[in-house]
Nanobody, 121 residues
Framework: QVQLVESGGGLVQAGGSLKLSCTAS????????MGWYRRAPGQERELVAT???????NYADSVKGRFTISRDNAKNTVSLQMNSLEPEDTAVYYC???????????????WGQGTQVTVSS
């Protein structure tokens, strides 16, 4: 089974910082894109940031200049450094990865369990 293990969520005051991390299973053959999405109460899941295997990044307009996505290919890890957090950033954040398992010939999208980020005024 594929496991995407997340850490780093929590409660912070506006203007503070958090770093989210997500590590993929060792049984993965290859990983292409990795990224972070979030779902706020009453809203659809939305893109926060993505990063390709080559390191190209893409960000939602609402987080540009505040969030930074990075990856460590040797550790199969993707991180999201979140600075200058705002109450509007409050959401459940999900790690995602487009990957191929060692036992499969197909690339599929896998999701982490989600971690709560709450930003108070």
């Amino acid at each position: 089974q594929v496991q995407l293990v997340e850490s780093g969520g929590g409660l912070v005051q506006a203007g503070g910082s958090l770093k989210l991390s997500c590590t993929a299973s060792r049984r993965i053959f290859s990983i292409n894109g990795m990224g972070w999405y979030r779902r706020a109460p009453g809203q659809e899941r939305e893109l926060v940031a993505t990063i390709t295997s080559g390191g190209s990044t893409n960000y939602a307009d609402s987080v540009k200049g505040r969030f930074t996505i990075s990856r460590d290919n040797a550790k199969n890890t993707v991180s999201l450094q979140m600075n200058s957090l705002e109450p509007e950033d409050t959401a459940v954040y999900y790690c995602a990865a487009d990957l191929r398992l060692r036992s499969s010939s197909k690339q599929e999208r896998y999701w982490g369990q989600g971690t709560q980020v709450t930003v108070s005024s």
